[in-house]
């Protein structure tokens, strides 16, 4: 075997080096998914699936991140279907295993869409529901920023937070109610990367979105930078007849472009000669290139040109946040690139193999790293050695935060609703200090004082990096809210948008893995409403985001507020959510308990999230003293109230704010 010495890469070597390992991440990417479906031993037949399209078309952008541009610090949300894309990158820098692309869609192999809690590689943000992982970036920019302010991180550890999304996912909702918010909160630190391939899972899209996309989040304070054409086709316009050349391509109809381009040259050529006819300098134009080239010099769209990619991306100097509008082809560079059926194409056997000599990969060498590339496999190992990213650390255990013993914990006595209950003791908790208050967040979509969370917000303050006065107070208005906000303040106040909750409440309950310093996460709104946000719930829990949910008011009745607040079954949400814990308790010592073990459920190795459905309806407390059994049984799910007699044959269980009733009966 030859061993090469490592050599010093010049300038001018970077921007080729980069272009050849993108290469093998298109390579990988797509042999990962033809190995699933075709190699692989199939048990079942079942198709195993994959997107090599959108795959392609996102490769290059990623690969001008991971080898260039990101730092360690920098955090990525990877749109869910370049999944292959990410282990790609991740396998040539050593960070993911044969075994686990070889077992791609497979039983604890790599994963679908890239995941926090099964991928074995890493992962910032989980994405995989379109649209929650893209607004997730923002909301962890909000929570680095509270780390800042609150100075437990150190500003040279602060990242951008970066997405990467596909023009489709801009159909949800959820972002543009992220949006909204993130103007509220002065966002930074934040791209949005979109891959404007303008194709989606059935058709092509409608024309002209992206002026609509610049102009919603120029509204809301982004940089809008729209990324359309590559150098080749600058330098084309450059020429007699290019303006004239430019101009069709502006006017060209998304599903015409895509068609054209899987059709290939010739026929690009004979479409533009049609429609351009009486251009006396368009045939002296097209004529400079053969029909392959005169192909590829039509594809070149920004998203596949790499040196502009890096130019763009190294350019930003500030940290105003950033929504790059990215053209893409989908399925760049494969048999059906364009091709409007190409959202789940597969490469047939024999496309793989055409695919694999233009891609200098030799048979038995699939899945070698630097396989079919010009230069000896140490100088990009070097290489990638010597990148930014390369240099961050494996997420670590973060601190825990100390909780006050039993004994010590607040506890709220006479007769009172678990609503009221739960008011004091955060309260009581920020009034007495302690690791434990300086740790907890609290955050509402505009319901903070209904919910009960008006004490610790006068204890402690709302959040802001800017200080703002209360003008109410300063004005000498009687009431009993003081909303002073602060960058020391420790509640985040959200607009009515419960999808924002659950995605600030994920974000800040990954403030240990992600940023290295533990927070305490504490939401809350109305129980039925939590229907609005189920999806983002289930999201914040599926990526473990540790934090407490408080709902309420709670109830099974139609009270005064009426059915629009009639919460029948979001008990079965609590039951049947994975990673969150459900409680109801009747009584205030009760939840006093619960609250203090879910405290240290949050932070504990094989811990998760909590619910507590709270009530409004006032109960006299019964006095008793907190046995050790007594807060086993509890946290374990059920105690006796009355232990049955000898030979009872009926046991009356219940939960929540009917204690009443169930003692009547």
Request: proline letters at 6%; glycine letters at 10%; one cysteine or more.
């Amino acid at each position: 075997m030859t061993v090469h010495a490592p050599r010093t890469l010049r300038a001018n070597d970077t921007l080729d080096v980069i272009g050849e390992l993108d290469r093998k991440v298109h390579w990988l990417s797509a042999w990962t998914i033809h190995h699933a479906n075709h190699l692989r031993e199939s048990r079942d037949g079942l198709k195993v699936g994959g997107h090599q399209a959108s795959c392609a078309s996102l490769a290059t952008v990623m690969s001008a991140l991971y080898f260039s541009v990101l730092r360690p610090e920098d955090k990525v949300a990877v749109k869910p279907h370049a999944s292959p894309v990410f282990h790609a990158i991740q396998y040539l820098y050593g960070r993911q295993s044969l075994d686990q692309l070889q077992r791609f869609r497979g039983f604890g192999g790599a994963q679908s869409y890239p995941s926090r809690t099964k991928d074995a590689d890493a992962v910032d943000i989980s994405t995989g529901s379109v649209g929650l992982g893209v607004a997730m970036t923002a909301f962890a920019s909000i929570a680095q920023d509270y780390l800042l302010a609150h100075e437990l991180m150190a500003p040279e550890r602060a990242g951008r937070m970066i997405a990467l999304l596909g023009d489709a996912e801009l159909d949800e909702g959820n972002i543009y109610e992220c949006a909204i918010e993130g103007a509220k909160h002065d966002l930074r630190n934040c791209w949005w990367i979109v891959d404007y391939n303008r194709q989606s899972l059935d058709a092509t899209t409608a024309e002209r979105m992206h002026l609509r996309f610049a102009d919603i989040f120029a509204a809301v304070g982004w940089e809008v930078v729209t990324l359309k054409y590559g150098r080749a086709l600058q330098a084309a316009f450059a020429r007699p007849g290019g303006g004239a050349l430019r101009a069709w391509i502006d006017d060209c109809p998304n599903d015409l472009y895509a068609a054209l381009s899987f059709q290939g040259g010739a026929t690009w050529r004979a479409r533009i000669g049609a429609d351009l006819a009486g251009e006396p300098d368009i045939q002296r134009l097209l004529g400079a290139y053969d029909d392959p080239a005169l192909g590829a010099l039509m594809t070149n769209l920004a998203g596949h040109d790499l040196g502009l990619l890096l130019d763009t991306f190294h350019a930003v100097a500030d940290e105003r946040p950033r929504f790059f509008i990215v053209y893409t082809l989908k399925g760049f560079g494969l048999p059906f690139q364009g091709h409007k059926d190409n959202h789940s194409g597969l490469m047939t056997a024999t496309q793989m193999e055409a695919f694999r000599g233009g891609m200098n990969v030799a048979q038995g060498e699939e899945w070698s790293p630097f396989a079919g590339l010009p230069r000896p496999a140490e100088d990009y190992a070097a290489f990638l050695r010597a990148t930014p990213f390369a240099a961050r650390e494996p997420e670590r255990p973060a601190p825990r935060v100390a909780v006050p013993a039993a004994a010590d914990f607040p506890a709220p006595k006479g007769r009172q609703s678990t609503q009221v209950a739960f008011g004091k003791i955060l309260n009581d908790l920020a009034r007495a200090g302690g690791p434990l208050a300086d740790a907890i967040v609290t955050t509402s979509p505009d319901v903070t004082v209904s919910t009960n969370l008006g004490g610790f917000v006068n204890q402690r303050g709302l959040f802001a990096r800017d200080a703002r006065e209360d003008r109410f107070r300063a004005s000498r208005i009687a009431s009993p809210q003081r909303w002073h906000a602060h960058p020391g303040g420790q509640h985040i106040e959200l607009g009515i948008a419960e999808n924002n909750l659950f995605l600030l409440l994920g974000a800040l309950g990954l403030t240990g893995p992600l940023f290295g310093r533990r927070l305490i996460p504490v939401g809350t709104l109305y129980d039925p409403f939590i229907n609005r946000g189920l999806d983002a719930l289930n999201y914040a829990c599926y990526q473990d985001a540790r934090f407490l949910l408080v709902a309420t008011p709670s109830g099974v009745t139609l009270g005064p507020e009426g059915g629009a607040h009639q919460s029948i079954h979001t008990p079965l949400i609590g039951m049947a959510q994975a990673g969150l814990s459900y409680f109801e308790p009747a009584f205030a010592d009760e939840l006093a308990q619960i609250l203090r073990w879910s405290f240290d459920h949050l932070q504990a190795d094989d811990g998760g999230s909590v619910y507590l459905r709270l009530s409004t309806r006032a109960l006299d407390q019964p006095a008793r003293e907190a046995r050790e059994d007594w807060l086993a049984d509890l946290i374990a799910g059920a105690y006796w109230q009355v232990p049955p007699a000898p030979g009872a044959e009926v046991a009356l269980a219940y939960a929540g704010a009917v204690a009443p009733q169930a003692m009547e009966a």
